[in-house]
Every structure is written in structure tokens, then in C-alpha cells.
T-cell receptor
Framework: QQQVKQSPQSLIVQKGGISIINCAYE??????FPWYQQFPGKGPALLIA?????SEKKEGRFTISFNKSAKQFSLHIMDSQPGDSATYFC????????????FGAGTILRVKS | DAGVTQSPTHLIKTRGQQVTLRCSPK?????VSWYQQALGQGPQFIFQ???????QRGNFPDRFSGHQFPNYSSELNVNALLLGDSALYLC????????????FGPGTRLTVT
């Protein structure tokens, strides 16, 4: 019940297109869902996060859509740019668990110019 | 405002040896979590330190231990190194004991030969 399943494993998008990465979770006790962006040789950087009382959150070109009943959430990157090429991780946590993050396996995004 | 810092950047050790990794959290942050990220995988939670005590622990053997100092910096110690311990070790910094947002350092790349 601690798993977070992420898809696709890899994604190639044309510059200016929309990148969509999906995650699903089992544990309904999770109450915080962040997305992290990681470049090679670097640590993950917090990109955007959502709480389950909100169905959508937008920050610039990045949007999280959250479907509580389906236990799914997704990251949409609008107007994708070559600089967005990185590995993206979804995660979930719960305050009761000390906010330890349970990560998905990651999606390697390549934006072609 | 300094971000999360980790040292050393890279480390090569031999099987059976012991290693100590160090982390300094962001200014104003008092909680530190450690994660292990194997190549091509998402980070896995090792443990979390708050008020100089281990508060949460993931599914890692007792060979993995840690410490938090009064200035909130932290150390991760791994004894009796195995080849499978080769990974990127990440430190995450959190403000307050129950805050959700976690900020990662650049990591320490440990190679066990």
C-alpha cells in the first residue's frame, strides 16, 4: 500500500507540445503529492505539489491534476522546452508517517527542438 | 540563503569498509531526511532526524545509522559496505517537524568496489 506507480517510463515530446506524466497510489491516507525534477548529477528539485482537497494546481507552465476517487494524479507541462528535459518523479507522503516521501520510479522526459 | 549542502560529492569505498556522509540543512530548517537513490530508480527513504533523534525509519538494515547535531546538521553512517550500497545518497531538509515541503541537496555518489 506504500507504492506509487508512475508512467510512462520515458517520454519524447516536440518543443511546444504538452508533456503528461501519470501516477497512481494505493494508500488513501496520503495527503501530500509533490512532483520533483531531477537533472543528471543533481538532487531532485521540488517543482509543484498538491493536497487532496484541491483538484488542480497550476504554477506557470506546470499543472497538477488530482483525482481523489481514482487515486491518481498527473503532471502536465505546457509548451514543453528542451530545458525541461530531465527525469520527473511523483511522490506521496503523510504527516503521520513523518512526511517520508514515497517516490514513483521516474519518467525520463526528452523535449526535441 | 544557502541551500542544502552535502559532502563529499563522490566517494569510492571497498566492500566491508565504513563510510560517513554529511548534510547541512537549509537555514531555518531543523529536520533532515536521508534517501538512497539507486541508478535509474526513485529515491528510497532511509530515516529522518528531528530534535537530534531518529523519528522515522525506512526498510534499511541496522548497518545504516545516523546522527543529528545541535546545529541541525546530520551524518549518515553505513557499516560493512556491500556492492549493493552503491548509490546516490540524498539529504532532504525540512522546516519544522511536520512541514510537508522537502528540499534535496545535490547528493553524495557512493561507489563500493
Amino acid at each position: 500500500q506504500q507504492q506509487v506507480k508512475q508512467s510512462p517510463q520515458s517520454l519524447i515530446v516536440q518543443k511546444g507540445g504538452i508533456s503528461i506524466i501519470n501516477c497512481a497510489y494505493e494508500n488513501t491516507a496520503f495527503d501530500y503529492f509533490p512532483w520533483y525534477q531531477q537533472f543528471p548529477g543533481k538532487g531532485p528539485a521540488l517543482l509543484i505539489a498538491i493536497r487532496p482537497d484541491v483538484s488542480e494546481k497550476k504554477e506557470g507552465r506546470f499543472t497538477i491534476s488530482f483525482n481523489k476517487s481514482a487515486k491518481q494524479f498527473s503532471l502536465h507541462i505546457m509548451d514543453s522546452q528542451p530545458g525541461d528535459s530531465a527525469t520527473y518523479f511523483c511522490a506521496a507522503s503523510k504527516e503521520e508517517y513523518g512526511n517520508k516521501l514515497v517516490f514513483g520510479a521516474g519518467t525520463i522526459l526528452r523535449v526535441k527542438s | 540563503d544557502a541551500g542544502v549542502t552535502q559532502s563529499p560529492t563522490h566517494l569510492i569505498k571497498t566492500r566491508g569498509q565504513q563510510v560517513t556522509l554529511r548534510c547541512s540543512p537549509k537555514s531555518g530548517h531543523d529536520t533532515v531526511s536521508w534517501y538512497q537513490q539507486a541508478l535509474g530508480q526513485g529515491p528510497q527513504f532511509i530515516f529522518q532526524y528531528y530534535e537530534e533523534e531518529e523519528r522515522q525509519r525506512g526498510n534499511f538494515p541496522d548497518r545504516f545509522s545516523g546522527h543529528q547535531f545541535p546545529n541541525y546538521s546530520s551524518e549518515l553512517n553505513v557499516n560493512a559496505l556491500l556492492l549493493g550500497d552503491s548509490a546516490l545518497y540524498l539529504c532532504a531538509s525540512i522546516r519544522g517537524g511536520s512541514s510537508y515541503e522537502q528540499y534535496f541537496g545535490p547528493g553524495t555518489r557512493l561507489t563500493v568496489t
